[in-house]
């Protein structure tokens, strides 16, 4: 990432960064004021407020109103963190991000630039009980976006979240972001400001600011499209964000957080990018020589440069997968083990974002 505090950033997973020390909430709600004639009061929940600056360990910080924490109760099981071990230079790091709930077996959406080089993928549930072991199961490099699967012996039902429309959005509109940012192990809510909400659909490479190309260029994945639209919103994130949703006034999510800054602006792919990368992934269940690419077939018709170079690498990607057919099709998902040694030839090193 360019060094720049006024050029926003990807709040993704690279560099970590230190734990830091959190309240103890206990039981977290205590939902006062609802009786009929009683006024309602600030209910205890962890809030990122827009216009300031996050501080896990400032109490003081985490108010909101009682219709607020309801929504947090109301999706809480629904968005989780991801985590995983990540290896750079020698130095061992445990890196951490957001995601969302999208099916009930425990398939996750997310940002694929939080998965770039982790392994041990873990998911957690809300309040850190609950573990799952994860896969990549589908990615469309073109948005930044990855479906995750939950590995889930036991069988177990999960709560996904609503998937929205964010055409329907209208500017000023109250948005939510949701995450687990600055390595937290809590969920945080994040409303919109009370003067704005939606501001509007910009194109990336707009909303990014007056950079260069090749600052531009060092923010984006290979294959993502610098022209594509994200939705631009008034709410707070930090670095952990990435991949947790925004959700609407019916608590659906409208899209997945990708970029911030510290100007209380969240930048978020829009969920009718997601919805197709979803069906994908469903299709190809089960299948002994799935794909997870799901924007190969759009790459394969680019004969710019870029996309000349960028089918060099999926040649070696395939021949990796060759290689390791075998093991391939005892499987209905790519074995954790693949996914470190595709990365490097589907990816140049990048600076951290």
């Known amino acids: 990432m360019v060094d720049d505090k006024n050029i926003p950033r990807k709040p993704d997973t690279s560099p970590a960064v230190p734990t830091m020390p959190e309240p103890d909430f206990g039981p977290i709600f205590a939902l006062r004021g609802e009786k009929a004639g009683q006024a309602s009061e600030p209910v205890v929940v962890p809030t990122q407020k827009s216009n300031t600056e996050t501080n896990l360990a400032d109490r003081t910080q985490y108010s909101c109103s009682s219709a607020e924490a309801k929504q947090?109760?109301?999706?809480?099981?629904?968005?989780v963190r991801i985590s995983g071990t990540r290896s750079k230079d020698g130095k061992i790091s445990h890196p951490s991000a957001s995601g969302f709930i999208v099916t009930p077996d425990g398939?996750?959406?997310?940002?694929?630039h939080i998965l770039r080089g982790l392994k041990d993928l873990k998911v957690t549930m809300e309040g850190g009980l609950i573990v799952h072991p994860a896969n990549v199961i589908?990615?469309?490099?073109r948005f930044d976006l990855a479906i995750i699967q939950m590995e889930n012996p036991s069988g177990s039902v999960f709560r996904p979240m609503a998937l929205g429309s964010s055409e329907a959005l209208k500017r000023g509109e109250k948005l939510t972001a949701w995450g687990y940012p600055l390595s937290s192990n809590r969920l945080f809510i994040s409303p919109s400001d009370k003067e704005s909400g939606f501001r509007g659909r910009v194109q990336l490479k707009d909303a990014l600011g007056p950079i260069s190309q090749k600052e531009l260029f060092s923010l984006l994945l290979v294959g993502e499209k610098a022209d594509r639209e994200v939705l631009d919103s008034a709410n707070l994130s930090n670095i952990g964000n990435s991949g947790g949703p925004v959700t609407d006034k019916q608590m659906q999510a409208v899209g997945a957080i990708v970029f911030s800054d510290k100007r209380n602006m969240t930048l978020a792919t829009p969920v009718e990018a997601i919805k197709p990368v979803l069906a994908f992934a469903r299709e190809q269940e089960g299948k002994p020589e799935r794909k997870f690419f799901f924007d190969e077939e759009d790459?394969?018709?680019?004969?710019s440069e870029e996309g000349l170079a960028l089918r060099a690498k999926l040649r070696a990607a395939r021949a990796e997968?060759?290689?390791?057919q075998r093991s391939v099709q005892k499987t209905a998902t790519l074995k954790p083990i693949l996914l470190p040694k595709l990365r490097p030839a589907l990816e140049p090193p990048s600076k951290p974002r």
């Open 299 to 303: 790459m394969s018709k680019d004969d």
């Open 107 to 112: 398939m996750v959406a997310t940002d694929y």
């Open 138 to 141: 589908a990615v469309d490099r």
């Open 321 to 324: 997968i060759e290689v390791n």
């Open 72 to 79: 947090f109760l109301d999706v809480k099981d629904s968005i």
